[in-house]
């Protein structure tokens, strides 16, 4: 059930680092999705308090398709997933948000007609607690492309392209929070003209722009670009089976969330 499954070399194990449960650090959390019957999936989230996971908790959405999703925390407490629903003929990127003991939950971009095909999500919470999200979507019939959001009070801005217009597909977006005045940056993979090979890009947040940042890497440093931004240790016991699923690693670390697009499930104990 894997999504842009870009080569072997991508697999590695999910990278997590331990954080503190506090105000300002919140607790480490893992999301999943979980098979049912009639080739539906149920979502699921456990936080990490004291060196031990919780007890799972099942997130209230609507039965279907649930794939894919990625979690995040704030410093309020708010959580934050990010999934897709595959229904016949659409792929719709929803999110929800659980904070004050209520959860809301919603569709990330407004319906303007066209049949949504969306994949692949990534989060990251900025300094200043604004969730921002990236996915690979398909537009007006077009390859994929990278776009961005980042959350507005009651809603999604509209989104942004992280790239320049192209022919070839681009997939499987990683957020992540350097240093400095313009920190937020995205990698993703696309494919490379002349080799005809995915290859990495990167692109940084500038002045309200994204732009191109350095020359495109190979796919194969992928596990040791990520490893190098977090670390490592299994997805919890609890999960059981899963299916696809994501870690939140904290606030301090420059990749916050890694999702099971960069990981073999077998390597860690759980999943299929």
Do not use: C
């Amino acid at each position: 059930m894997r999504l842009f499954a870009v080569s072997a070399a991508l697999a590695a194990i999910f990278l997590f680092l331990p954080f503190p449960s506090s105000a300002e650090n919140p607790p480490s959390y893992a999301v999943w999705a979980k098979p049912q019957p009639d080739q539906r999936t149920t979502l699921h989230y456990a936080a990490k308090n004291g060196g031990k996971w919780d007890e799972p908790k099942e997130l209230a959405v609507a039965s279907g398709r649930h794939f894919t999703p990625v979690i995040a925390a704030d410093r309020k407490g708010a959580v934050w997933m990010v999934w897709t629903e595959q229904k016949e003929d659409e792929n719709i990127l929803r999110y929800a948000v659980l904070r004050g003991g209520k959860t809301e939950t919603g569709r990330v971009l407004r319906n303007g007609g066209e049949k949504e095909r969306s994949y692949a999500p990534a989060i990251l919470i900025d300094p200043q607690d604004v969730p921002w999200i990236a996915w690979s979507g398909v537009t007006g019939g077009q390859m994929a492309d990278i776009f961005i959001s980042s959350w507005l009070g009651g809603g999604w801005n509209e989104p942004m392209r992280a790239h320049a217009a192209n022919q070839t597909p681009d997939i499987t977006p990683i957020l992540g929070l350097g240093k400095g005045k313009d920190p937020l940056w995205v990698s993703w993979f696309g494919i490379n003209k002349e080799q005809g090979l995915y290859v990495r890009y990167l692109a940084e947040l500038r002045g309200g722009k994204w732009t191109a940042s350095g020359e495109p890497s190979s796919a194969e440093d992928a596990a040791a670009f990520i490893s190098k931004r977090s670390k490592v240790e299994p997805f919890p016991e609890q999960a059981g089976q899963w299916l696809t699923g994501a870690f939140f690693a904290g606030l301090d670390w420059e990749i916050q969330s890694v999702s099971e697009q960069f990981v073999s499930f077998q390597q860690t104990g759980g999943g299929k």
